[in-house]
C-alpha cells in the first residue's frame, strides 16, 4: 500500500516562491502527479511526471512558473512553484499511479495524500 505525504504548504505574498514534497512509503508507485482543489472547484490536474523522471507535463497555466521533479532515491515527488499568484491558492495534492507515466489523467491515479493547503495573498 503506497502512502503519500505532502509538506511545505502555506501562506505566502503574490510573487513568492514554494516548493512542495511529496514522501511515498510503502509499495511506491510509478508515475507521480500533482493536482489541486480550489474551494468549491474540482480537483485539476497541476504536473505530472514519469518513472525515470525525465519526462514531465504540466497545466497550460502554471507552465513556466511550477516545475515538477523526483528523487527516486529518496521516495520524494517535489513542486517548485515560482512567481505565485493568488489564483494559485488551493489545497495541492500528491498522487500515485501503477502507470509508469500516468499523465494529467485523474483516473489513472490510485493514490493520493492528504493535501497541502496554499494560500498566496495578494
Known amino acids: 500500500q503506497v502512502q503519500l505525504v505532502e509538506s511545505g504548504g502555506g501562506l505566502v505574498q503574490a510573487g513568492d516562491s514554494l516548493r512542495l514534497s511529496c514522501a511515498a512509503s510503502?509499495?511506491?508507485?510509478?508515475?507521480y502527479g500533482w493536482f489541486r482543489q480550489a474551494p468549491g472547484q474540482e480537483r485539476e490536474f497541476v504536473a505530472a511526471?514519469?518513472?525515470?523522471?525525465?519526462?514531465?507535463d504540466a497545466a497550460d497555466s502554471v507552465k513556466g512558473r511550477f516545475t515538477i521533479s523526483r528523487d527516486n532515491g529518496k521516495k520524494t515527488v517535489y513542486l517548485q512553484m515560482n512567481s505565485l499568484k493568488p489564483q494559485y491558492t488551493a489545497v495541492y495534492f500528491c498522487?500515485?499511479?501503477?502507470?509508469?507515466?500516468?499523465?494529467?489523467?485523474?483516473?489513472?491515479?490510485?493514490?493520493w495524500g492528504q493535501g497541502t493547503q496554499v494560500t498566496v495573498s495578494s
Open positions: 498522487a500515485s499511479s501503477p502507470m509508469f507515466y500516468a499523465r494529467g489523467i485523474r483516473s489513472n491515479y490510485d493514490r
Open positions: 510503502g509499495r511506491t508507485g510509478r508515475g
Open positions: 511526471i514519469n518513472g525515470h523522471g525525465d519526462r514531465t
